[in-house]
């Protein structure tokens, strides 16, 4: 990198070079993990830099906590897009690189130069993603789209109604995360077909059809059918009573939910309230919100780890409820080497590695996330050089 600090790449994507101009999450989670896997990934930033790189705390301007989670192990180029030079430098980078990803709308990409057509021009087998709010072949194309407006749409705050009684938002950047992931698996197809044939493609991922998709992946249920057997909504999942149970000290996570697993609970538990009308799983799938409210009289008898230690003595599926900065030490992430520290100019930063793990290329986090232009002149050397060779083999 621009200040010594140059990635390693050791996972399965090795070799791969993506240039990224994707801001904010949905692009960068996908690049991330792209980079983690062992791409070198190129981050072209305008002289302001990602948005993302101010939006939270961090250990000093422009290096906010999110922006360094999921822009690690890139290099930083800054250049100008609106200028003739700065189009020249990312033509170079193109030429020689296997994926092009943004986050632009699609307008604004081909006002720049480097629509689908543009770029294949220059590099006829690249895998060319665009990362859109909206599918550029509907009505809503040119719409502009964050995580909440996508939330709504996607029907997100409406099952959340139905579970808590309150619209809402769940906890977590959702949208934004889910279609990164489907970026990443759509790239990831399209280099498999590269790699088979040597031609590369256009991808498309909006975050609102990408949203739609997981949001219908259990809530389609009755509507599916023609005729409709009923509203589109999975009843266990929006079930009022469906929340962590309250214990004598606190909470508990817990599903008793196949027939074995509610046979020996109740035969270990003997609850006043059980009897054959609860005895098979289709039964109580069609009263699921009694049976919650039920379990939880149950188990606000017992303390917490009481309750874990029968739970799990029955191989039912029970957790307690962590806090954020719990799984920072949480015995399983560190066994199983989850965290990753990284050395960086501002001191130790304590990554969240890879969930994926490959027996002959493990990824790794690369390095830290780079200062804004920090890989401007080492990138921008390097295409110097290529095209050089290029023009030397070519004569």
Request: one cysteine or more; hydrophobic letters at 40%.
């Amino acid at each position: 990198m621009g200040d010594g600090r140059r990635p390693e790449h050791t996972g399965p994507l090795s070799g791969v070079r993506v240039v990224d101009l994707t801001a904010m999450v949905m692009g960068p989670y996908c690049t991330q993990i792209m980079a983690d896997m062992g791409a070198d990934v190129v981050k072209i930033e305008p002289p302001a830099g990602d948005n993302t790189r101010y939006i939270s705390v961090g250990p000093e301007q422009a290096m906010a906590g999110v922006f360094v989670n999921v822009n690690r192990g890139k290099r930083s180029v800054v250049i100008d897009l609106r200028s003739s030079d700065g189009k020249a430098a990312l033509r170079e980078l193109i030429a020689d690189a296997d994926v092009f990803i943004h986050s632009m709308r699609g307008t604004a990409i081909k006002r720049l130069g480097f629509g689908y057509d543009e770029v294949v021009a220059i590099n006829s087998s690249i895998v060319y993603t665009n990362c859109y709010g909206y599918g550029r072949r509907g009505p809503d194309a040119d719409r502009t789209a964050y995580d909440d407006t996508i939330q709504a749409e996607c029907g997100l705050p409406f099952v959340q109604q139905q579970l808590t009684g309150e619209v809402g938002y769940v906890g977590t950047i959702m949208a934004d995360k889910v279609a990164g992931m489907t970026a990443l698996y759509a790239t990831m197809m399209a280099l498999f077909h590269r790699e088979r044939t040597g031609d590369g493609q256009e991808v498309e991922v909006s975050m609102f059809e990408t949203m739609a998709s997981f949001m219908l992946v259990e809530h389609a249920n009755g509507a599916m059918f023609d005729p409709p057997l009923g509203p589109a909504a999975y009843p266990r999942a929006v079930a009022p009573n469906r929340k962590p149970y309250r214990t004598k000290d606190g909470h508990i996570s817990a599903l008793v939910y196949n027939d074995k697993q509610w046979s020996v609970f109740v035969d270990a538990v003997n609850p006043p309230w059980a009897g054959d009308h609860f005895a098979t799983l289709a039964q109580r799938a069609a009263q699921i919100d009694t049976v919650y409210a039920l379990l939880g009289e149950t188990f606000a008898e017992r303390t917490t780890q009481e309750w874990l230690d029968l739970l799990r003595s029955l191989d039912i599926p029970a957790a307690p409820v962590n806090s954020l900065d719990d799984l920072f030490d949480n015995d399983h992430l560190n066994a199983v080497g989850f965290f990753e520290d990284v050395e960086t100019p501002n001191g130790t930063v304590r990554f969240p590695g890879s969930p994926a793990w490959f027996s002959r290329t493990p990824g790794k986090v690369s390095g830290p996330a780079p200062r804004l232009g920090a890989d401007t002149d080492e990138v921008l050397d390097e295409i110097r050089l290529r095209s050089g060779v290029r023009g030397e083999n070519d004569a």
